[in-house]
């Protein structure tokens, strides 16, 4: 009898030795997040075998015993790992070569790129990690459609699907929720977003209005921000470059049970940079913390402070601008930013089909500056100088908002419905005092100015944006998905005017309210094998900012702009899947587009354009013809042109004023050809090591609305290298060097023309940058 039990204990020590299942978490390589959604399967490949299991929202999973557990997820490297610890920790690596990526931002839900009938871009974690960029213009331009322009110190504008312009035609967004609001658009303002807590970037490429509201038109960038890791981790690097750029990052989280936590940022410091006048400070910190209630509740808070302080120097006439004499016309302007933000997030899945999440919101934001581009110059009929003027000012709002939004997918054609809500409640100040500039007008140097007290502007603003919004989707059979989107949008604007009724040509109290309807409808077709076709039309809007609508310097009213877009594009992979191609063709027509007119004395201000028609084709081809190789090549090709514009323009001599038409003109600072390309080398025998060579085109460009003066454009070249540690004592460390602008070129990020002459944005010289870095985790 007793044989017999230990019989019976012998064979269920090997039933339970058999039985025994494997569990572990799953994480990103880089962020150290856990990875959801991650299939784990049982045996070499997914084909030998029906055990299989995903992980859950914490990257956890169990499975049955196997030697080996395949890993697969879009967008990650495929992993074999064996068996042999329990638990176990996989760090998933981000595919370099990224077929179809998860998105977010396309409906602010997760879903495969390809069922997105949109253009949208992604910029992963590996292409963050590599670029190692001071600004974050030296990543967005990788994207095709996309220049944004660098105007120093992290200040900047853009151009997608649009020309270079700086008003209010894209949307910024932190984690779905726009970083400024409605009517108080700047177009500096990712100079209030922390690079150093970027995870990912996506942008919406054409109008995004049907979801996001007013602003999206030429596009939407949404940049996803890093959150707890699995575990602990952390790590800090430090950088500077040779004309005196400086900057420390540092960043660390942990995950304890249910409650997770992520801080991050850095501290940048430039003095006696390349441009004369060009000093500046940034302080940046994002903070994030999770709490899961339990599989279906999550809780997240999150908050992001951001501050800059930097000299402004202006730009330059031809003669400094070809004699590279960087050197400013004054030294008093300015821009001092504080930007704080935060949010409380709560997500609940009610089962399989349905999840709702509810977002409350909070922003302060500060902006004072004494621009340099307010500086001007008062001349007689003759041209003769008279005297110089300028301003101070100072922009301020706080808000209180709400975003809420549910998903519930139905049986029905496999149909899909997404239905929110958003409220935004942002109270805002202005003023403007005007200055008395002084001139060495020999030197054509501003030796100073004085206040004078006098208030140009001086105004509160009960700003409120309401919005309802839904989108539906069917699927009749697997390849076809169509999706139809409506938008309703209704901006109001209630005006106090500071001033007395003898100082302003407004009244004391008026309202304003702007209202649109913006519909959107597309489709996908899949034909497999990473093959497929996207349409869409769709309708963006944009009201006019409070700035423009009350400021002292507007001289004309303003009147809400509304576009068009039709869009059609597909994408392909080739040559065994080491070629992956994205094409898009668009044809985006303006009616009252805002354009910014340039008045004789050097400053802008704000006109409806009758008619406008932006038209291109974007794309992007990624290859890698071999495993250590991967060649990138992205660009754009398009038309902008004024269908229906005119300027009144004034004749000196006779004091008449008389109408300059530009009907079928190609609109100012709009290259027909913008390009990005880049070959990255990761060479295998030395695991860590990599060098990138990059190129970036923009074409010659119209500065003028009647065509008559244009700038070259430019090619400028850039390299890096950079080499990670993956053994040894100094596993964890890295190190890179970065040449920007290799060749040393001269060129111009901006150009403009007027009746005096052209103005200049130089860019930088050549640039060398070293850095180091140390990172660190445990799961």
Same mark, same amino acid.
């Given at each position: 009898? #007793? ?7 012998? !064979? $269920?020590?090997? &039933?339970?030795?058999?039985?025994? @299942?494997?569990?572990? =978490? ?115 331009? #990788? ?7 660098? !105007? $120093?110190?992290? &200040?900047?504008?853009?151009?997608? @699907?649009?020309?270079? =312009? ?115 400070? #940034? ?497």
């Amino acid at each position: 009898m #007793k044989r017999y039990y230990l019989t019976l204990i012998f !064979l $269920g020590l090997i &039933q339970a030795a058999f039985c025994q @299942r494997i569990t572990g =978490t799953v994480t990103d390589a880089i962020t150290h997040e856990p990875l959801p959604g991650v299939t784990v399967t049982a045996g070499e490949s997914t084909t030998t075998t029906s055990n299989s299991t995903v992980t859950d929202r914490n990257g956890r999973f169990s499975i049955a015993h196997a030697d080996q557990l395949h890993f697969s997820m879009v967008g990650y490297v495929t992993q074999l790992v064996a068996s042999g610890k329990n638990p176990l920790s996989v760090a998933m690596q981000p595919s370099s070569l990224d077929l179809q990526p998860v998105i977010v931002t396309a409906s602010r839900e997760k879903q495969a790129r390809q069922d997105a009938p949109i253009a949208i871009s992604k910029i992963n974690q590996v292409q963050i990690q590599d670029t190692k960029a001071t600004a974050l213009y030296q990543l967005l331009n #990788k994207v095709p459609g996309v220049y944004m322009v660098d !105007l $120093g110190n992290e &200040q900047h504008t853009m151009a997608i @699907r649009q020309p270079i =312009t700086y008003n209010a035609l894209y949307l910024y967004m932190e984690d779905g929720l726009p970083i400024r609001p409605t009517g108080i658009f700047n177009h500096n303002s990712l100079y209030e977003i922390n690079m150093s807590g970027v995870k990912d970037i996506e942008v919406v490429k054409g109008p995004a209005s049907s979801l996001y509201g007013s602003n999206s038109v030429g596009g939407a960038v949404n940049f996803i921000t890093q959150g707890p890791p699995s575990g602990y981790a952390g790590g800090v690097s430090l950088q500077g470059d040779n004309y005196h750029y400086r900057r420390v990052d540092a960043n660390g989280g942990f995950t304890d049970g249910k409650f997770g936590l992520y801080a991050g940022g850095y501290v940048a410091h430039m003095k006696d940079g390349w441009q004369d006048y060009t000093n500046f400070d #940034k302080y940046s910190v994002n903070l994030k913390t999770t709490y899961d209630f339990n599989n279906q509740t999550k809780l997240t808070a999150a908050a992001a402070y951001n501050y800059l302080n930097t000299q402004t120097p202006g730009t330059l006439d031809s003669a400094h601008f070809y004699s590279r004499t960087y050197s400013s016309n004054q030294r008093f302007t300015y821009r001092k930013v504080e930007a704080f933000r935060a949010n409380m997030r709560l997500d609940h899945t009610w089962n399989e089909r349905s999840a709702t999440f509810v977002t409350g919101f909070y922003r302060d934001n500060s902006t004072a500056q004494l621009p340099s581009y307010y500086i001007s110059d008062v001349r007689d009929a003759n041209g003769k100088y008279l005297s110089s003027n300028g301003q101070v000012n100072d922009q301020k709002f706080h808000s209180f908002g709400l975003l809420a939004q549910h998903r519930t997918d139905f049986d029905f054609l496999h149909s899909r419905l997404i239905a929110g809500v958003y409220l935004d409640n942002s109270p805002s100040s202005y003023y403007a005092q005007q200055l008395n500039i002084t001139k060495d007008v020999v030197n054509n140097y501003y030796t100073g100015f004085t206040n004078t007290g006098l208030y140009l502007d001086d105004y509160r603003i009960k700003l409120f944006n309401t919005a309802a919004y839904t989108q539906y989707e069917i699927r009749p059979f697997d390849a076809l998905r169509i999706v139809g989107g409506l938008r309703y949008d209704r901006v109001h604007y209630d005006f106090q005017n500071g001033l007395p009724p003898s100082n302003t040509k407004y009244k004391q109290q008026e309202t304003n309210n702007f209202n649109i309807v913006a519909p959107k409808i597309g489709f996908t077709y899949n034909l497999g094998n990473n093959k497929g076709f996207y349409g869409n039309f769709s309708v963006g809007f944009q009201p006019p900012e409070t700035g423009d609508l009350y400021s002292s310097r507007q001289l004309t009213p303003l009147k809400q702009a509304t576009f068009e877009n039709y869009e059609i594009g597909g994408w392909f992979s080739a040559l065994d899947k080491k070629l992956y191609a994205e094409v898009s063709l668009f044809d985006l027509e303006g009616r009252n587009e805002i354009i910014s007119q340039l008045l004789p004395d050097n400053t802008t201000q704000n006109q409806n354009a009758g008619a406008t028609r932006h038209q291109g084709i974007e794309y992007s081809v990624t290859y890698a013809p071999v495993h250590d190789v991967t060649l990138r090549f992205s660009g754009t090709n398009a038309r902008h042109i004024y269908l229906d514009y005119s300027e009144v323009a004034k004749n000196y001599s006779t004091g008449n004023s008389y109408s300059i038409v530009y009907d079928g003109n190609r609109m100012i600072n709009a290259p027909a050809w913008i390009a990005n390309a880049e070959a990255t080398y990761k060479p295998s025998f030395l695991p860590g090591f990599r060098i990138a060579p990059e190129w970036q085109h923009i074409n010659h460009y119209y500065t003028d609305p009647a065509n008559t003066k244009t700038y070259s454009g430019y090619n400028l070249y850039n390299l890096r290298l950079g080499y990670d540690f993956k053994a040894t004592v100094l596993k964890g460390a890295g190190i890179w060097f970065n040449v920007l602008n290799l060749t040393n070129k001269l060129y111009a990020t901006t150009v403009t023309s007027n009746q005096y002459g052209d103005t200049y944005n130089a860019a930088p010289p050549r640039i060398y940058t070293l850095g180091i870095s140390y990172a660190f985790s445990k799961y």
